[in-house]
């Protein structure tokens, strides 16, 4: 039911930051770069395994990563694991009163299905599942 | 360099409240149970794709999660990722002047080497590397 972490997300100050520091360190760039606006963040992430580390900062005091700088300084954010049925974790999470951001789910990066669980009824952990959506396949589009 | 997410270490209150929530919502036991005495805890591991997700429950007012779950409550504690050659990643972090909490490797579980980054120079993540140690084999002491 779990497949594997799709992402860890890490809220930061600054890309530019991070960006220096991974070259620096491991001689490695991102391998990619995107502003996600419905958040009011840029993104970069880095390959590690079959997971991203994604480092987020945010764009506009409107974003949820800038309110958590505020509050917590930068760190950890929140882990994404892939699902192989987003709808049924859904459902078995709301039968078993587990507070969920997102009820149903929503479109994420790369087209993927994702839904957010609320941290209380999760060990204090901001948890995104996301499912490959197997309809999208951008490369039949062209 | 870096190979993998070894495993995401989250901190809290009680290994059973996790393994009811895993057993409940997604029907899976812990693949691994073990006391670290070192660090004062309890952990309970699951198999995500090629990582784990590790729960630690503190079992002494001296353990550093104990001290983690009093200042900031439960969730993500710290990521490790495993790496080919520990000493050479310390090195080139030490030359960087990245703060190192430990500057030498030290021995984990499963025989590994590991170090733990400080989070000041690495934007606020508690990160351990790894590395499998080639040379136990716990097989071919039997």
Same mark, same amino acid.
């Given at each position: 039911m779990l497949k594997n972490i799709d992402h860890i997300g890490i809220a930061v100050h600054s890309l530019e930051n991070v960006k220096t520091f991974f070259l620096n360190i491991f001689g490695i760039s991102p391998e990619f770069e995107e502003t996600v606006a419905e958040q009011q963040v840029k993104v970069i992430g880095y390959r590690v395994g079959e997971s991203n580390i994604e480092f987020l900062q945010p764009i #506009?005091?409107? #974003?949820p990563i800038s309110k958590y700088l505020e509050k917590r300084g930068e760190g950890l954010h929140h882990i994404a694991v892939a699902v192989e049925d987003l709808e049924s974790v859904l459902a078995s999470l709301k039968s078993k009163e587990?507070?969920?951001?997102?009820?149903t789910p929503r479109t994420g990066a790369e087209g993927k299905k994702i839904a957010f669980v609320h941290p209380k009824g999760l060990f204090g952990i901001l948890l995104e599942l996301s499912q490959k959506n197997e309809k999208s396949n951008h490369s039949s589009q062209s």
């Open positions: #506009s005091q409107m #974003s587990i507070p969920l951001i997102d009820e």
